[in-house]
């Protein structure tokens, strides 16, 4: 996958979870903070964040003999997961740093954890859902 492409997801998913009017920027980087595969960093007074995805050749979750579409799927999963902790804490930030031992961290990773799977996979007509 490409930065225009990236892009383009963005703009998708952006439309589809309603936050158009909400400036994002989104970069492909080969390292994201806290050893993630994404981040997404907000200021929701401007309504202005900043979403980085790690490269799918530099994760290391992402398996050589992953196709290129498989590769995409996974990486516009990141994209929905980011989008989807903007939505869902837009008013209340938990600090990276007190996130590890958080209940309400805890519940707001798994919630967005299974609804990007979900979306993503409803988009691609997939139903096997794997653990």
């Known amino acids: 996958m490409n930065d225009k492409k990236l892009k383009k997801l963005l703009k998708y ?4 979870l309603r936050l158009q009017d909400w400036e ?3 970069t492909f980087e080969t390292a994201v903070p806290f050893g993630g595969v994404g981040i997404c960093v907000k200021q929701a007074q401007y309504k202005s964040a900043q979403i980085q ?3 799918p050749e530099c994760r290391i979750d992402v398996h050589d003999d992953w196709s290129d579409k498989l590769k995409d799927i996974y990486t516009e999963r990141v994209v929905v997961h980011e989008l989807l902790h903007l939505m869902i804490n837009v008013h ?3 600090p990276f740093k007190d996130r590890k031992n958080n209940a309400d961290a805890y519940l707001e990773e798994v919630s967005v ?4 799977t979900l979306l993503v996979n409803l988009k691609y007509g997939i139903t096997e859902v794997k653990a």
Do not use: A, M, S, Y
């Open 13 to 16: 998913w952006q439309e589809h």
């Open 24 to 26: 994002i920027e989104i």
């Open 53 to 55: 995805v790690q490269v």
């Open 92 to 94: 209340k930030e938990i």
């Open 113 to 116: 954890n299974t609804l990007d």
